[in-house]
T-cell receptor, first 114, second 114 residues
Framework: AQSVTQLGSHVSVSEGALVLLRCNYS??????LFWYVQYPNQGLQLLLK??????LVKGINGFEAEFKKSETSFHLTKPSAHMSDAAEYFC????????????FGGGTRLMVKP | EPEVTQTPSHQVTQMGQEVILRCVPI?????FYWYRQILGQKVEFLVS????????KSEIFDDQFSVERPDGSNFTLKIRSTKLEDSAMYFC????????????FGPGTRLLVL
């Protein structure tokens, strides 16, 4: 079985500060990992994905994430937060042996202070 | 840019009634999924669908639920006799053959069962 843990259900940063959203996973097979963002009253938008190529993955809106197998982590970072980054962020792991089902973490709500 | 669409955006129904949630996946995608998110909880996998049959389903996806691809464009989720606990946001997603693991989500249908 797979699982995802996102430490911190709420993270608050100042505009221009580093964003770090934490994700740890458990998987019995080499994982495919994803970050999705959900803006208020919208669906889930793919930010970036790791599918066993480069361990440092760049996504949209200046976000990136690094896959660290030894730490079973896939933390999301952005060097400088913008007000428009305020949203809920979900980490997910894919089980390609089970119909590609995604298992999501509980989400982290990012707040950006002016 | 192609996107997954869902209708209706909101649905209110009485307990025991049947509801059909509709999705139009991205046109060249062949893998289809339904997820749900109960308010304040994680996004949960319901079912995956490929080649006109269910690939995988979760424990949530019991006999009250069914999925169908009635034509070349729509993908539907039917709940036969809704319960109060079916109230949730329902997300449809789709993925393409070359990149099955990468799922693109629709904006969701918010279902309220009274």
């Amino acid at each position: 079985a797979q699982s995802v843990t996102q430490l911190g259900s709420h993270v608050s940063v100042s505009e221009g500060a580093l964003v770090l959203l934490r994700c740890n996973y458990s998987s019995s097979v080499p994982p495919y990992l994803f970050w999705y963002v959900q803006y208020p009253n919208q669906g889930l938008q793919l930010l970036l994905k790791y599918t066993s190529a480069a361990t440092l993955v760049k996504g949209i809106n200046g976000f990136e994430a690094e896959f660290k197998k030894s730490e079973t982590s896939f933390h999301l970072t952005k060097p400088s937060a913008h007000m428009s980054d305020a949203a809920e962020y979900f980490c997910a792991v894919s089980d390609h042996n089970a119909g590609n089902m995604l298992t999501f973490g509980g989400g982290t709500r990012l707040m950006v202070k002016p | 840019e192609p996107e997954v669409t869902q209708t209706p955006s909101h649905q209110v129904t009485q307990m025991g009634q049947e509801v059909i949630l509709r999705c139009v996946p991205i046109s060249n995608h062949l893998y289809f999924y339904w997820y749900r998110q109960i308010l304040g909880q994680k996004v949960e996998f319901l079912v995956s669908f490929y080649n006109n049959e269910i690939s995988e389903k979760s424990e949530i996806f019991d006999d009250q639920f069914s999925v169908e691809r009635p034509d070349g464009s729509n993908f539907t989720l039917k709940i036969r006799s809704t319960k109060l606990e079916d109230s949730a946001m329902y997300f449809c997603a789709s993925s393409e053959p070359r990149s099955q693991e990468t799922q693109y989500f629709g904006p969701g249908t918010r279902l309220l069962v009274l």
